[in-house]
């Protein structure tokens, strides 16, 4: 069955103007690699979406070029509902997290979750209730005079989570985040992203290689196609069941798996025979 027929809640109904709206986006490095071509995608607010590909579709250059951290070649983007700043970014701040949780090993967790807002003049004294803030969504309140030695992979990337939430974004990119941590701590931290992203009703666009991951956490699945990099399905993915550990054994599960499993398959023929 089509992920559009097991659709149950009416979550458009809520949504009045986009966030962001890609226009026939285009990117080629100066190489000549031609990254992304005539892409086009436009994010409601609250959305979780996930961009799903194979390596080398784009998926990375597409949220970079959505944080403003890279050009576009031709085509535009736009943010609907967002006043904009001088640097053509909405106002609201953009959260980034990478796949390596890139902290500063000579700061504690605070200093670390402590450089946005340090980045902004803020002071620590006056930063201090954010940041506790954020470490308490991410579960790390008990840890910021750790030191990242002290922790465990997936606490580290807590750590990149709480960084970027630090300036209470509206939206939140994330770049194959989970990919290095074994599935126990990556099953954990997706069902925390959840909570997270029902809790503060954020923006989230997850980058992922993962056809189960994309299914477990997204309202919406983009199935990005390699050479250009482009959408090749866009699958709403919206249930009324928790996702939650009887979520991943349900049949309703296995069959978004089935579906998006099945897209990515096209998406990689589809490829080849370009
Ligand atoms: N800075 C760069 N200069 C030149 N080419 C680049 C640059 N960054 C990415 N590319 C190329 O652009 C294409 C898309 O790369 P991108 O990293 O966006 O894909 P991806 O889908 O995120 O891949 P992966 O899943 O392997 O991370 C690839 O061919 C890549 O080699």
């Not at 309703?252 to 490829?271: D, F, H, K, P, Q």
Request: with cysteine; glycine share 8%.
């Amino acid at each position: 069955m089509p992920l559009a027929e097991i659709q149950t809640a009416p979550l458009k109904e809520k949504r009045k103007r986009p966030l962001v709206a890609m226009q026939s986006v285009s990117k080629v490095f100066s190489s000549g690699t031609v990254a992304l071509s005539g892409m086009s995608l436009t994010v409601e607010n609250g959305e979780f979406i996930s961009l799903l590909g194979p390596s080398g579709c784009g998926k990375s250059t597409a949220l970079r070029i959505i944080a403003g951290l890279g050009d576009i070649t031709s085509g535009t983007i736009d943010w609907p509902s967002s006043r904009i700043n001088a640097k053509g970014l909405p106002e609201g701040d953009i959260g980034f997290v990478f796949q390596e949780p890139t902290l500063m090993p000579w700061k504690s967790v605070f200093g670390n979750v402590y450089l946005p807002l340090k980045l902004r003049g803020v002071s620590k004294a006056a930063a201090r209730d954010q940041i506790m803030s954020a470490l308490a969504t991410v579960g790390l309140r008990d840890f910021a005079e750790a030191y990242p030695r002290e922790l465990s992979g997936g606490m580290k990337m807590r750590v990149s989570i709480a960084r970027a939430l630090v300036t209470k974004p509206k939206l939140l990119l994330m770049d194959e985040p989970f990919a290095a941590l074994d599935e126990i701590s990556r099953q954990k931290l997706n069902d925390d992203v959840l909570l997270l992203w029902k809790m503060t009703g954020i923006t989230v666009i997850f980058v992922t290689h993962s056809v189960f991951e994309s299914a477990y956490l997204s309202s919406r699945i983009i199935v990005m196609k390699a050479r250009p990099g482009r959408v090749h399905a866009d699958l709403p993915l919206v249930t009324n069941r928790e996702r939650d550990a009887h979520y991943r054994t349900s049949e309703e599960y296995r069959r978004a798996c089935e579906t998006v499993s099945y897209s990515l398959i096209g998406a990689i023929n589809a490829a080849k025979e370009d």
